[in-house]
């Protein structure tokens, strides 16, 4: 599967201010994907990276406090705008490939825990 | 619309009983996919097991074991003889063949006391 990085791994921020996670893949993937996990939450899906186009965003969530990129197969970029307590969260990278069976198998990254001040 | 429920928020056992943990799904979907994930304190996300709608058969992996029910919507985990280094948050979740991402349950935090 694929092996995924994220930076920063952590970080402490103040309010107000914007932070950019990085999304490193080791081989080229059709789908990504980028989840929040808020603190002791489950996984919320925050928006489907598309290469090439605008992200697809899910309910609640909007291009403009998450904004994201995907300039190629192996790469994609998660902003956090105008940060808040509320935001602090843990931003997890996903990657999808299909297995034999035609199921989408996710493997995640190690995640962004972000800290709010 | 997919939603996923694990009611047992914590678990807690001694080792070496076996614990399960419930898992129960709604879709409209007649083609899907069930998984199960493990997060330890370490808070990666590591996959555990992918079934799909078409097979009901039960599946085991040395002491982890997983039943499948369509009849009842549920797909629950067993660990036998459970060990400390169970001790994680489990997540179920579901996607259809549609749909890319998957839809996650609330997560169950088992610990398992030495």
């Known amino acids: 599967s694929a092996v995924i990085s994220q930076k920063p791994s952590r970080d402490i921020c103040q309010r107000g201010t914007s932070l950019t996670i990085q999304c490193q893949v080791d081989?080229?993937?059709?789908?990504m994907f980028w989840y929040r996990q808020q603190p002791g939450q489950s996984l919320t899906l925050i928006a489907t990276?598309?290469?090439?186009?605008?992200?697809?965003?899910e309910s609640g969530f909007v291009i403009d406090k998450f904004p994201i990129s995907r300039p190629n197969l192996t790469f994609s970029t998660l902003t956090v705008s105008n940060m808040s307590p509320e935001d602090s969260s843990i931003y997890l990278c996903?990657?999808?490939?299909?297995?034999?069976?035609?199921?989408?198998?996710?493997?995640f990254g190690a995640g962004s825990r972000l800290t709010v001040l | 619309a997919q939603k996923v429920t694990q009611a047992q928020t914590e678990i807690s056992v001694v080792e070496k009983e076996d614990v399960t943990l419930d898992c129960v799904y709604e879709t409209r979907d007649t083609t899907y996919y069930l998984f199960w994930y493990k997060q330890p304190p370490s808070g990666e996300l590591v996959f555990l097991i992918r079934r799909n709608s078409f097979d009901e058969q039960n599946e085991i992996s040395g002491r982890y074991s997983w039943n499948f029910q369509k009849s009842t919507s549920s797909f629950n985990f067993t660990i036998t003889a459970s060990q400390v280094v169970d001790s994680a948050v489990y997540f179920c979740a579901l996607s259809d063949t549609g749909r890319r991402a998957l839809t996650f349950g609330s997560g169950t935090r088992l610990q398992v006391q030495p």
């Open positions: 990276a598309n290469q090439g186009s605008e992200a697809t965003y």
């Open positions: 081989s080229q993937v059709t789908m």
């Open positions: 996903s990657v999808g490939a299909r297995d034999f069976s035609g199921a989408n198998v996710l493997t």
